[in-house]
């Protein structure tokens, strides 16, 4: 079982290192792949270069076993869709179960997405719990209703389709936070990988 974990990450933090561990042992994915997303298509266009993006989440996973960075969106032209992302990895990946790990805010809005019920057709969701974010949308509650309360196993028996709540490390971190010390000139140490502030300081990134 595969973990796809897409985010701007700009810059990757311990928010998203410690949830994705959480859930690739709760869940036992064998791998988690991190996608840094192009240009996303639900907000504004992120600060630092994709390329950048990309080297902060190598150094923020190196050394851990099973996280893998995956450049597969940012090599695509423009913003890029998830569906098409799934498309792409069920080709890679032909024989393994995909599950598509996001925040209770991602979640939220993810009946607006394009082409959703596709995506449940290709992976299972897995939602996970973030401080502050406990109320979701009408839609997608309804949406979790209709799979009141799966539990892990029932990520195994089946191979996609599945919506799955978990309880993660709460970590009130958020990269928005992180932009916003750094403007202000503040280091945000102990929020996200010293190998990752490394970079940001090196490349003076989010002074503005
Ligand atoms: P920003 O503040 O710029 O919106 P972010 O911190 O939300 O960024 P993203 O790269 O947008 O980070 O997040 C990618 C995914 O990680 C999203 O699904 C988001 O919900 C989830 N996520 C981010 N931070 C946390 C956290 N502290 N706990 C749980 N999930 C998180």
Known sequence: ??????????????????????VMQAVGLEQIRFI???GPVHRNPPQASPGVRLQMVEAAISGQDGF?????????????????TLLDLREAFPDQTLCLLMGMDAFSGFPNWYKPDEI???AHLIVMRRPGEDQLSLASQNLLSKDQGPDISMVNQ?????????????LDISSTR???????GNL???LLP???LELVVEQELYKN
């Open 1 to 22: 079982m595969i973990g796809i974990f897409g985010g701007t990450f700009d810059p990757i933090h311990y928010g998203h290192l410690r949830t994705a561990l959480d």
């Open 36 to 38: 840094p997303l192009h």
């Open 68 to 84: 893998v960075a995956d450049d597969r969106e940012l090599k695509r032209a423009g913003p890029s869709y998830t569906v098409d």
């Open 120 to 122: 449940l057709e290709l």
């Open 158 to 170: 089946q191979s996609a389709g599945v919506i799955l709540l978990q309880t993660v490390t709460q």
């Open 178 to 184: 992180i932009r916003s010390m750094l403007s202000q």
């Open 188 to 190: 945000p140490r102990y």
């Open 194 to 196: 010293e190998a990752v």
